[in-house]
């Protein structure tokens, strides 16, 4: 596959811009949404200075894979990823869109975030090593760095528009989103989870976390939103490199904060670039993540 220059920033006269995240930006498409997923990669809370060529593509067309796996479970907000059906205003930005961009449905996002864990491992680990905890789930003495855990654990989290999201604890969550709602995201989260787990193991590769966000309608019909079980909401190793006792080869971003803890980046600006070889690899592993999940090639269109 041949590599294209990245996507870092969009810039489409014709739609309102809704928001931009550290990946996203949100345009208004009457009454939907295109979520267009750009090149540009975060560390450490930061956007860095290089982006990584597809990997917006990766992420919208693996969360396109599992959305389209798991609406038995539950309904989710993609209407379309066919940018010829999207709003004629759009048509103009269809070469950057492609491949790239979900038309969606609208929803208020629950301010929680629903984490799923199988893994001990990132902030769990640390959690663990603390206080013999995670997020308030008591846990055998003994584990291990990666150690899978007993059982698969529900943790919920605060989401923060800047800095880190906080873990917090099923009871502190039913108080914001209300009991009877958290009870029925654990229930979709642990199902949601499992499909992603059987699904990988299939293809060598094991899903050590993950998070999901949810919506809900005006109507008040609750979606699943956002990306979904892509390398940046999740963990994946590689099955047949697993090996407790410390950090495990990832399909993510892990590459990227390795080098930046290498050069000793304090994680305060000015933001560094990424020197071309570990742009390379990081996309080589973004794209090796969508190729052995869904056993296709990465759709890349015209740009």
Not at 135 to 148: A, K, M, V
Request: glycine letters at 8%.
């Amino acid at each position: 596959m041949s590599t294209s220059a990245p996507l870092l920033d969009t810039a489409f006269d014709a739609l309102p811009l809704v928001r931009r995240g550290k990946v996203r930006d949100v345009y208004a498409a009457g009454d939907a949404l295109i979520i267009v997923a750009t090149d540009r990669i975060s560390a450490f809370d930061y956007v860095l200075g290089s982006g990584i060529p597809d990997k917006g593509r990766v992420l919208t067309q693996l969360s396109a894979f599992w959305f389209a796996r798991t609406g038995h479970i539950v309904p989710n907000h993609v209407i379309s990823t066919d940018v010829a059906t999207y709003p004629a205003n759009a048509a103009p930005y269809a070469e950057q869109l492609e491949g790239r961009s979900m038309l969606v449905r609208r929803t208020t996002p629950l301010p929680v975030e629903c984490v799923a864990r199988g893994y001990l491992s990132g902030s769990g680990w640390k959690d663990y090593k603390a206080t013999g905890a995670l997020c308030g789930h008591t846990l055998p003495p003994g584990l291990r760095e990666s150690d899978r855990l007993p059982e698969v654990l529900f943790t919920p989290a605060t989401k923060a528009e800047s800095g880190h999201d906080e873990n917090i604890s099923e009871a502190d969550a039913a108080k914001v989103v209300g009991a009877g709602l958290l009870a029925r995201l654990k229930t979709l989260t642990l199902a949601l989870y499992q499909h992603g787990v059987d699904h990988a193991a299939s293809r060598g590769i094991i899903l050590a976390d993950t998070k999901f966000e949810f919506g809900l309608t005006d109507e008040g019909e609750l979606l699943l939103i956002d990306e979904m079980m892509t390398p940046d909401s999740s963990r994946y190793w590689p099955a047949d490199q697993y090996a407790p006792g410390g950090p495990q080869p990832s399909f993510d971003k892990q590459y990227v904060r390795d080098y930046l803890e290498s050069i000793r980046w304090n994680k305060q600006p000015p933001v560094p670039s990424l020197p071309a070889d570990v742009v390379a690899r990081t996309r080589d592993k973004y794209l090796d993540a969508y190729q052995r999940l869904t056993g296709a090639s990465l759709a890349v269109g015209a740009r």
